[in-house]
């Protein structure tokens, strides 16, 4: 402390004279001061207005970033006030910035300096609306309260902007504060650690620390002291984020070599296992685990053969897998359950749609925490100082990738500046009007590749309606998956022929043409399902429609896993060799970030979709997942480099979300309810064999419940009440939206 | 290693987590860390201060253009040469982690970029910034013509004052706008 306090008196010596001579600098023009800032104030007023009411206890921006400001404004204070300046005068001149270098480099010092901090009421008044260089038209009335609080920040007073009497006063402050937030704010300082530690010890003195204890929980017992102790520790406990340690060391290595943008398709594919995990366990609980106990008494162990494991045909077909092994019986057998009659068909019912209740709450959750994060997500590519000061990526510490991202960074600062100078020179109408053709060729290129393989699935799965044996059965699968792997190729081809405005661009449009032909692909399926199989129930076809549906659904979750392993292996590890030997360039692709991650999409929506007919699919899933990590892991470290062009890792992650949450997951959400809604099970196999509707089935034993159980039929009541009157539907989603 | 000098008394364990944004798990990793920086006598010394060239052995900074920055600037020694006691390496690490906040990271962006520690960025500065930035290669560089519009562009949308120099204030604001520098502004052991 002292090395630096003797430090800062020789900087600050220097200051007082700028400072007195700056003293002269608004006498003398009040009006142009006035003028200027009009002109000068640029930027969002909307970012301004949400730093202004940031709450005091979300660690404010006033103390890093007003701290200078205020330790000089202090100062600046007992000059303009011995001038007699009017209150916008002072208002105004107080909030502008210093012209002198000066008074700068005393305010950038005097930050790392315990004492020259402010002192912080409780009231968030003081620190929340000092003004910022920005808001110079936008000051608010309360620096009137600065002033008369003038005293309380005397920070200049004597003239130095170290003493001990500001610490004191820090300190005292920050006593005024409860305990954890007096620490949250002293975290949030930019202060060296071994400053906070002096002004926490002044904070907590030994007394205080007891008294501390007693504030916050006031009971003198012994229990009380454990638990409260208890808490402190377990606040100090690893936060959850952390504790998801899977892969953390794989991930930090590929960050280093890759960057951030490649690290969130990682992070995505980790945050689908967990979701899917989740789902796995919950079902495995309460519906498999059951079922599994007491086994339905017609089923009979058969031969098992591999290609099965293919189709799902077979073994797998009358096994815990899919929805026909489930039986409609009652479990009264166990002690347990014989109180408690565990009703299979209920439980796999309320398992599926509480399951799917919980992860539309953790996805909404999510999306709202990313967007909040990056609230300007269709911004374009942002203004040079955005891209010099924050592209910078710490994470990157292989030399290579450091080079890659120099490399990288250069680039993009020589195109704008190129185009910075262009944007003058109009493009001709020829220029313009061929671009737009290409645009229009393009476009009509996509969407019609689009709607022949839709028609090209469409005809298929009509066709194939007679009973097919072994791998045939993977065919129309195969189809689909072929079609997921070859035209996001052709539409690669079509952005390169357009030559977008901006990288940003081109990203967004090939992830939409992308997405347009997973949908539509998927759509022509359900609906051949939901619109064909269940409502004709074929007995040609299958016995059992729902387990049809369920095997197919488990085919297309396979083939596109072994679809996507062909292409790690000949998109990447081939086509490396190839172009390194063959073709002589040294140049390795390039990992395709948007379109793995639809990858990634797509198969959950094909396991949110299909966990209705096979309640073990989220296993499968996790399994893929796991897999295709160290995969994509090994296959990248080998085959790949880093992409060239910049890529912004919080719109992309926040869109990604978004992409999760709305097609994929709302769309098997609406799938699921339909189905169980309007379509008849099966009347051979399943749970809910025999019922005209799957909610059949939870009315008939609401029904029981109530002639049972006196707080079950007031639970039962309560809930036709819900659904009989549709009021009730819209409030609590109006709630939760 | 295993001698008690070296190890992390608790009570200090506790009071740098609640004074830094590092979990425990992270702190004893950056104790482990930077006892292995230390010469054998050095560790039982009570304070021990790693020189600069120590430090920027490892691995996550070997190779940074700003590493000499980095170390200056959380360094509190006398001579400001950039040696680190294992609090400045904490407040380092506390700075760049995951959950500092971004007050704090712009705070210490700010003064990484300021080369010549006058508080403020000026043309110097923002053209050493350019230069670490683009590498050291000819390819990459930028010409003298194009630095000096590229610095006269970043002066024009930041500098909001117009005194020619980029304060904390229009730095943080520049930063406020980018949602990639929180997640950017990280160095993870």
Redesign the interface.
């Given at each position: 402390m002292a090395n630096g306090g003797s430090f800062n008196v020789n900087i600050y010596e220097e200051d007082y004279d700028y400072e007195n001579l700056g003293e002269s600098g608004p006498s003398q023009d009040p009006f142009q001061l006035f003028k200027e800032p009009a002109c000068n104030v640029q930027g969002n007023p909307g970012d301004i207005q949400m730093e202004m009411f940031t709450k005091n206890s979300d660690t404010s921006d006033s103390e890093s970033t007003s701290s200078s400001k205020e330790s000089y404004n202090g100062c600046r204070l007992r000059s303009l006030q011995r001038n007699n300046w009017s209150a916008a005068t002072r208002r105004v001149l107080s909030s502008m910035p210093s012209r002198k270098i000066g008074l700068h480099s005393s305010a950038g010092m005097a930050v790392r300096e315990t004492c020259a901090l402010p002192t912080h009421q409780t009231s968030s008044r003081v620190s929340l609306h000092i003004p910022r260089v920005t808001q110079d038209d936008i000051t608010s009335p309360e620096f009137e309260e600065i002033s008369t609080e003038d005293e309380a920040n005397n920070l200049a007073g004597s003239g130095l902007w170290c003493t001990e009497t500001n610490k004191e006063q820090l300190v005292s402050d920050l006593r005024g504060l409860s305990e954890s937030e007096g620490l949250r704010k002293l975290r949030a300082m930019p202060l060296s650690l071994a400053d906070k530690m002096e002004i926490r010890k002044h904070f907590f003195s030994p007394l205080a620390k007891n008294l501390v204890i007693n504030r916050n929980f006031p009971c003198r017992n012994l229990p009380c002291m454990y638990l409260s102790r208890m808490w402190r520790h377990c606040r100090y406990a690893p936060r959850f984020s952390t504790s998801l340690k899977l892969w953390n060391s794989s991930m930090k290595k590929l960050s280093g070599r890759y960057g951030t943008g490649v690290l969130s398709y990682f992070t995505f594919l980790r945050t689908l296992l967990f979701i899917n995990l989740l789902f796995f366990i919950t079902t495995f609980l309460f519906l498999v685990l059951p079922q599994a106990i007491h086994p339905p008494p017609d089923s009979h162990g058969e031969s098992f053969s591999w290609i099965e494991i293919f189709t799902g045909m077979g073994y797998l077909s009358r096994s815990l897998m899919f929805y026909g092994y489930y039986s409609n019986i009652t479990i009264k057998t166990t002690s347990i359950t014989s109180m408690v009659p565990y009703c299979i068909p209920t439980a796999y019912f309320f398992t599926i749609t509480i399951s799917f209740f919980i992860i539309c709450i953790i996805l909404v959750y999510s999306m709202s925490k990313s967007f909040g994060k990056s609230f300007q997500v269709f911004k374009s590519d942002g203004n040079l100082s955005e891209n010099v000061f924050c592209s910078w990526d710490f994470k990157v510490t292989k030399k290579p990738s450091i080079r890659l991202q120099s490399e990288k960074i250069s680039t993009q600062l020589k195109e704008q500046l190129s185009e910075l100078a262009s944007r003058e020179e109009e493009r001709t109408l020829m220029q313009r009007f061929r671009n737009f053709l290409v645009h229009v060729a393009a476009w009509f290129i996509c969407l019609a590749s689009i709607f022949f393989s839709a028609l090209g699935v469409y005809f298929l799965s009509k066709t194939i309606s007679k009973v097919l044996q072994n791998l045939d059965l993977l065919f129309m699968a195969a189809v689909v998956s072929g079609f997921n792997l070859l035209l996001p190729g052709i539409f690669n081809f079509c952005a390169w022929m357009e030559k977008h405005n901006s990288p940003c661009t081109r990203v967004y449009v090939s992830i939409f043409r992308n997405l347009l032909l997973k949908i539509s692909l998927v759509i022509i399926l359900c609906y051949h399902w939901l619109g064909k199989i269940a409502v004709e129930q074929d007995p040609q076809v299958s016995k059992c429609w729902e387990n049809f549906v369920g095997q197919e659904l488990y085919r297309l979750l396979l083939m596109d896993f072994i679809f996507t392993v062909l292409y790690t292996f000949l998109g990447e590890f081939v086509w490396r060799i190839f172009s390194q030997k063959i073709l002589r360039k040294n140049r390795k692709p390039v990992f395709d970030i948007a379109r793995n991650v639809l990858e990634l999409i797509y198969g959950q929506t094909l396991t949110w979709l299909g966990v209705l007919f096979a309640p073990l699919l989220p296993a499968v899933q996790i399994a893929k997942l796991f897999v295709l990590f160290y995969m994509k892991k090994n296959s990248l470290m080998l085959n790949c480099q880093a992409s060239k062009k910049p890529w912004r890792a919080t719109h992309m992650t926040t869109a990604f979300i978004t992409l999760l949450f709305f097609p994929s997951f709302l769309g098997a959400a609406v799938f699921v309810a339909y189905t169980v809604w309007k379509i008849k099970p099966s009347s051979g196999c399943g749970p809910f064999r025999n019922l005209t509707s799957t909610l059949e089935s939870v009315k008939l034993w609401a029904e029981r419940m109530k002639d049972h159980h006196q707080i079950l039929s007031w639970l039962i009541r309560a809930y036709n009440a819900f659904t009989d009157n549709p009021i009730f539907l819209f409030m609590p989603s109006g709630l939760f939206l | 290693m295993g001698t008690t000098a070296s190890q992390l008394p608790k009570e200090s364990l506790?009071?740098?987590?609640?004074?830094?944004?590092l979990?425990?798990?992270e702190i004893l990793l950056a104790h482990r860390r930077f006892t292995e920086l230390l010469e054998g006598d050095e560790r039982n010394h009570p304070n021990p201060r790693v020189p600069m060239d120590a430090i920027l052995t490892l691995?996550?900074l070997?190779?940074?253009?700003?590493k000499k920055r980095i170390c200056q600037v959380?360094s509190?020694?006398?001579n400001r040469d950039g040696s680190l006691t294992f609090?400045?390496f904490?407040?380092l690490l506390?700075?760049?982690s995951?959950?500092a906040?971004?007050?704090?990271k712009?705070?210490?962006?700010?003064?990484i970029?300021?080369f010549d520690?006058?508080?403020?960025l000026?043309y110097g500065d923002?053209e050493k910034?350019?230069n670490c930035?683009?590498?050291e290669?000819a390819d990459?560089?930028?010409s003298s013509e194009?630095m000096r519009?590229?610095i006269s562009?970043?002066l024009d949308?930041?500098d909001?004052?117009?005194?020619g120099?980029?304060?904390?204030?229009?730095?943080?604001?520049?930063?406020?706008?980018?949602?990639?520098?929180?997640?950017?502004?990280?160095?993870?052991l």
């Amino acid at each position: 402390m002292a090395n630096g306090g003797s430090f800062n008196v020789n900087i600050y010596e220097e200051d007082y004279d700028y400072e007195n001579l700056g003293e002269s600098g608004p006498s003398q023009d009040p009006f142009q001061l006035f003028k200027e800032p009009a002109c000068n104030v640029q930027g969002n007023p909307g970012d301004i207005q949400m730093e202004m009411f940031t709450k005091n206890s979300d660690t404010s921006d006033s103390e890093s970033t007003s701290s200078s400001k205020e330790s000089y404004n202090g100062c600046r204070l007992r000059s303009l006030q011995r001038n007699n300046w009017s209150a916008a005068t002072r208002r105004v001149l107080s909030s502008m910035p210093s012209r002198k270098i000066g008074l700068h480099s005393s305010a950038g010092m005097a930050v790392r300096e315990t004492c020259a901090l402010p002192t912080h009421q409780t009231s968030s008044r003081v620190s929340l609306h000092i003004p910022r260089v920005t808001q110079d038209d936008i000051t608010s009335p309360e620096f009137e309260e600065i002033s008369t609080e003038d005293e309380a920040n005397n920070l200049a007073g004597s003239g130095l902007w170290c003493t001990e009497t500001n610490k004191e006063q820090l300190v005292s402050d920050l006593r005024g504060l409860s305990e954890s937030e007096g620490l949250r704010k002293l975290r949030a300082m930019p202060l060296s650690l071994a400053d906070k530690m002096e002004i926490r010890k002044h904070f907590f003195s030994p007394l205080a620390k007891n008294l501390v204890i007693n504030r916050n929980f006031p009971c003198r017992n012994l229990p009380c002291m454990y638990l409260s102790r208890m808490w402190r520790h377990c606040r100090y406990a690893p936060r959850f984020s952390t504790s998801l340690k899977l892969w953390n060391s794989s991930m930090k290595k590929l960050s280093g070599r890759y960057g951030t943008g490649v690290l969130s398709y990682f992070t995505f594919l980790r945050t689908l296992l967990f979701i899917n995990l989740l789902f796995f366990i919950t079902t495995f609980l309460f519906l498999v685990l059951p079922q599994a106990i007491h086994p339905p008494p017609d089923s009979h162990g058969e031969s098992f053969s591999w290609i099965e494991i293919f189709t799902g045909m077979g073994y797998l077909s009358r096994s815990l897998m899919f929805y026909g092994y489930y039986s409609n019986i009652t479990i009264k057998t166990t002690s347990i359950t014989s109180m408690v009659p565990y009703c299979i068909p209920t439980a796999y019912f309320f398992t599926i749609t509480i399951s799917f209740f919980i992860i539309c709450i953790i996805l909404v959750y999510s999306m709202s925490k990313s967007f909040g994060k990056s609230f300007q997500v269709f911004k374009s590519d942002g203004n040079l100082s955005e891209n010099v000061f924050c592209s910078w990526d710490f994470k990157v510490t292989k030399k290579p990738s450091i080079r890659l991202q120099s490399e990288k960074i250069s680039t993009q600062l020589k195109e704008q500046l190129s185009e910075l100078a262009s944007r003058e020179e109009e493009r001709t109408l020829m220029q313009r009007f061929r671009n737009f053709l290409v645009h229009v060729a393009a476009w009509f290129i996509c969407l019609a590749s689009i709607f022949f393989s839709a028609l090209g699935v469409y005809f298929l799965s009509k066709t194939i309606s007679k009973v097919l044996q072994n791998l045939d059965l993977l065919f129309m699968a195969a189809v689909v998956s072929g079609f997921n792997l070859l035209l996001p190729g052709i539409f690669n081809f079509c952005a390169w022929m357009e030559k977008h405005n901006s990288p940003c661009t081109r990203v967004y449009v090939s992830i939409f043409r992308n997405l347009l032909l997973k949908i539509s692909l998927v759509i022509i399926l359900c609906y051949h399902w939901l619109g064909k199989i269940a409502v004709e129930q074929d007995p040609q076809v299958s016995k059992c429609w729902e387990n049809f549906v369920g095997q197919e659904l488990y085919r297309l979750l396979l083939m596109d896993f072994i679809f996507t392993v062909l292409y790690t292996f000949l998109g990447e590890f081939v086509w490396r060799i190839f172009s390194q030997k063959i073709l002589r360039k040294n140049r390795k692709p390039v990992f395709d970030i948007a379109r793995n991650v639809l990858e990634l999409i797509y198969g959950q929506t094909l396991t949110w979709l299909g966990v209705l007919f096979a309640p073990l699919l989220p296993a499968v899933q996790i399994a893929k997942l796991f897999v295709l990590f160290y995969m994509k892991k090994n296959s990248l470290m080998l085959n790949c480099q880093a992409s060239k062009k910049p890529w912004r890792a919080t719109h992309m992650t926040t869109a990604f979300i978004t992409l999760l949450f709305f097609p994929s997951f709302l769309g098997a959400a609406v799938f699921v309810a339909y189905t169980v809604w309007k379509i008849k099970p099966s009347s051979g196999c399943g749970p809910f064999r025999n019922l005209t509707s799957t909610l059949e089935s939870v009315k008939l034993w609401a029904e029981r419940m109530k002639d049972h159980h006196q707080i079950l039929s007031w639970l039962i009541r309560a809930y036709n009440a819900f659904t009989d009157n549709p009021i009730f539907l819209f409030m609590p989603s109006g709630l939760f939206l | 290693m295993g001698t008690t000098a070296s190890q992390l008394p608790k009570e200090s364990l506790s009071e740098y987590q609640e004074l830094t944004f590092l979990t425990k798990q992270e702190i004893l990793l950056a104790h482990r860390r930077f006892t292995e920086l230390l010469e054998g006598d050095e560790r039982n010394h009570p304070n021990p201060r790693v020189p600069m060239d120590a430090i920027l052995t490892l691995t996550e900074l070997k190779s940074n253009p700003f590493k000499k920055r980095i170390c200056q600037v959380f360094s509190t020694s006398e001579n400001r040469d950039g040696s680190l006691t294992f609090e400045d390496f904490l407040d380092l690490l506390s700075a760049f982690s995951d959950s500092a906040t971004l007050e704090i990271k712009s705070h210490y962006a700010f003064r990484i970029f300021d080369f010549d520690d006058d508080g403020t960025l000026d043309y110097g500065d923002l053209e050493k910034l350019v230069n670490c930035l683009t590498g050291e290669t000819a390819d990459t560089r930028l010409s003298s013509e194009e630095m000096r519009q590229l610095i006269s562009n970043i002066l024009d949308e930041s500098d909001i004052d117009k005194d020619g120099t980029v304060n904390l204030s229009e730095f943080q604001h520049v930063i406020s706008r980018s949602p990639d520098f929180v997640s950017s502004f990280k160095i993870v052991l």
